[in-house]
């Protein structure tokens, strides 16, 4: 059964924390995303990455930064949070060819920034 | 650009009635097309797609039909279940490099009452 994890369900960080979010997969899949997710906004993608190292922004990258040093791990790192990056973070997975490239979700993790 | 639009709801419906959630979509080209599901507190998980005109989708007793030619690929069941309450998201992977960002629409609520 394919898997993509996230380190945390739930998370409460204090304002101007450093924060890691967390995102395994055991697919083999070259690309990794990370969305978040907002009522009455629905998926935002905030970065990308098609292979080990490589990044790419999505649509709204500021305050956030990435890291893949392993193709199953993306990271995702708020460098030093504030309430407005109160949401829910979804991680997921594709491969690199394929003929649909439809996309494998973690379960989110739902971070509150006090 | 690529777009995907689909009624926002919410949707309450009794149980065993019949579901149609309307998505229309704007691209180029052959897109593949899919429904995913999100239910209370998860990640979304993928419901069904269709990679070319005319095919036809199919999971859990929900169906959608790839139609090219009124760009649609509208979600019906026949007769819905308590359990099939969650958030339904119509999406587009554009054709491309498989990195091409996918679509998602802005999400249909569903509750399905007893």
């Known amino acids: 059964d394919v898997k993509v994890t996230q380190s945390s369900r739930y998370l409460v960080k204090r304002t101007g924390e450093k924060v890691f979010l967390e995102c395994v997969q055991d697919?083999?899949?070259?690309?990794m995303f990370w969305y978040r997710q907002d009522p009455g906004l629905g998926l935002r993608l905030i970065y990308f990455?098609?292979?080990?190292?490589?990044?790419e922004k999505g649509d709204i990258p500021e305050g956030y930064s990435v890291s893949r040093e392993k193709k199953e791990r993306f990271s995702l790192i708020l460098e030093s949070a504030s309430t407005n990056q109160t949401s829910m973070y979804l991680c997921?997975?594709?491969?690199?060819?394929?003929?649909?490239?439809?996309?494998?979700f973690g379960p989110g993790t739902r971070l509150t920034v006090t | 650009g690529n777009s995907v639009t689909q009624m926002e709801g919410p949707v309450t419906l009794s149980e065993e009635a019949f579901l149609t959630i309307n998505c229309t979509y704007t691209?180029?080209?052959?897109?593949?097309l899919f429904w995913y599901v999100q239910y209370p507190g998860e990640g979304l998980q993928l419901l069904l797609k269709?990679?070319?005109?005319?095919d036809k989708g199919s999971n859990k007793g929900f169906e959608a039909t790839y139609r090219k030619e009124t760009t649609s690929f509208h979600l019906e069941k026949g007769s819905v279940q308590v359990s099939d309450s969650a958030v339904y998201f119509c999406?587009?992977?554009?054709?491309?490099?498989?990195?091409?960002?996918?679509?998602f629409g802005p999400g249909t609520s569903l509750s399905v009452i007893p």
């Open positions: 997921a997975s594709s491969l690199l060819d394929s003929n649909s490239y439809e996309q494998y």
């Open positions: 990455s098609y292979d080990v190292k490589m990044k």
């Open positions: 691209a180029t080209g052959y897109p593949s």
């Open positions: 269709a990679t070319k005109a005319d």
């Open positions: 999406a587009l992977s554009p054709l491309g490099t498989s990195y091409d960002k996918v679509i």
């Open positions: 697919m083999d899949h070259e690309n």
